[in-house]
């Protein structure tokens, strides 16, 4: 079987990396079998939506990800023209590779760009990720992923939820689709990961946190919380940018806020002049995914607008704020690991109150499957295509 895998924004790296070691492994097993037929051939496509090193290529070195077969060089624009012009890019490589299946993630402009480019030639998507909804159209996330799960063949979903909300909008498992709750791939990377980022040297020692000498009993870093920031919505309105970083500066004046910056909020920080006023704030470069996961683990509560990072958060059993109105993770929400706590300084603050009388009970966990959501995605692939 061909598959062609469409990445191209950070996330998708992570996501793809889980999958990509699967088919890797399934390879493998057919191969000692004798079951030459039944190998899985993935071509990987990297769009270029995301090209610094730190948004790129360490998360290529450090989770072993195939090098792209194709890098498309596409880079930032606005909304039309990057999707414009990947979708014509993906479509001379579909044209020329012919695949058996087109295989997306989540819900960038590199998701929609693929699934349109395949869907028009009739070629099977496959979205990992699918049923997502935070009913909140102004944001392109939301658009994007409407129309990649309405476009696509096979709807992965993370969750019972996502399931019930592609039911919703008529799309079902049956006849024309396979619409199926595998797990969620990006816990399959956490549990994976994790491990290898334990034996990791603690990120914090070049920190230069608050009080590094005051390490909690049984802690061997010092206390700090860990924020991310880069939803357009909160950082291209320069009010709400202000107002979070006013109260992420609030937090910091008792506690380190270390804050690993995304490009695009570092773009809009410069324009507005912001560096300056928030001196409580550990700004720091983007961090690689083992980095991330030792800051996440070790941090007192995580303050984001990402959608990975609230879900890397449950997983780690951390409290979490989450920076906007609504979200797509609902479930998380629900298990009382999360608060939505919006842009607004005052509730942003009183929000880390919330977990002031200690965490929340471990009832909920297991929602997003049991660590296995790549496997489950490759044999319903296998099955359908043998
Ligand atoms: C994109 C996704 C978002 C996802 C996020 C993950 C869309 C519409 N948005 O948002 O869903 O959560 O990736 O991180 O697809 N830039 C750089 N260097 C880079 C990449 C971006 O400087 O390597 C700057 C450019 O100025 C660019 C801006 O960041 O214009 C925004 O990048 P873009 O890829 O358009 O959107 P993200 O905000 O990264
Ligand atoms: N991440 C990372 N380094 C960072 C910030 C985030 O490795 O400096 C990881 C994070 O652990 C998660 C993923 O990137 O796995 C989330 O990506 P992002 O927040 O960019 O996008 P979203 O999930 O909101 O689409």
Redesign the pocket.
């Known amino acids: 079987m061909k598959i062609i895998t469409i990445v191209g924004?950070?996330?998708q790296f992570i996501k793809a990396a889980a999958v990509s070691r699967m088919i890797q492994e399934f390879n493998r097993r057919s191969q000692t079998r004798l079951y030459e037929k039944k190998r899985i051939q993935e071509i990987l496509v990297h769009t270029g939506?995301?090209?610094?090193y730190l948004?790129?290529k360490v998360f290529f070195e450090e989770l072993e990800l195939p090098r792209p077969d194709y890098h498309l060089g596409v880079g930032?624009?606005s909304?039309g023209r990057?999707t414009g012009v990947m979708i014509e890019r993906i479509e001379t490589v579909l044209q020329k590779e012919k695949p058996e299946v087109l295989m997306v993630y989540?819900?960038?402009?590199?998701?929609l760009s693929g699934a349109l480019a395949a869907a028009k030639l009739n070629i099977p998507v496959a979205h990992v990720e699918a049923g997502l909804r935070s009913y909140n159209r102004t944001m392109?996330?939301e658009i994007?992923r409407l129309l990649t799960d309405h476009l696509s063949a096979f709807l992965f979903c993370p969750t019972d939820q996502a399931v019930w909300n592609l039911l919703k909008e008529g799309i079902k498992d049956g006849r024309t689709k396979i619409v199926k709750n595998v797990g969620d791939v990006m816990y399959d990377s956490i549990l994976y990961y994790s491990k290898i980022a334990e034996k990791k040297i603690p990120i914090f020692h070049g920190l230069n946190l608050i009080n590094p000498q005051s390490v909690p009993p049984g802690r061997d870093n010092p206390q700090y919380y860990l924020a991310t920031l880069?939803?357009?919505e909160n950082?291209d309105d320069p009010k709400v940018l202000n107002s979070i970083l006013k109260a992420l500066n609030e937090i910091g004046r008792n506690t380190s806020v270390i804050l690993p910056l995304?490009?695009?909020t570092?773009?809009m920080m410069k324009v507005h002049h912001l560096f300056s006023e928030f001196k409580n704030i550990k700004f720091i470069e983007p961090v690689s995914y083992l980095n991330m996961l030792k800051l996440e683990k070790n941090a007192e509560a995580i303050l984001t607008d990402?959608?990975g990072v609230q879900k890397e958060a449950y997983w780690f059993k951390v409290p979490c704020l989450t920076l906007r109105e609504e979200t797509e993770w609902v479930e998380t929400v629900k298990s009382g690991w999360n608060v939505l706590v919006g842009t607004g300084p005052k509730k942003i603050v009183q929000g880390l109150n919330v977990f002031g009388k200690g965490r929340p009970s471990k009832r909920g966990m297991g929602i997003f499957g049991d660590g296995r959501a790549s496997g489950k995605i490759i044999q319903i692939l296998m099955r359908s295509f043998s």
């Open positions: 924004a950070r996330p939506q995301h090209y610094d948004m790129d930032s624009g909304h990057q989540g819900d960038t402009n590199s998701t392109p996330e994007n880069h939803r357009a950082t995304h490009p695009r570092k773009k990402s959608g």
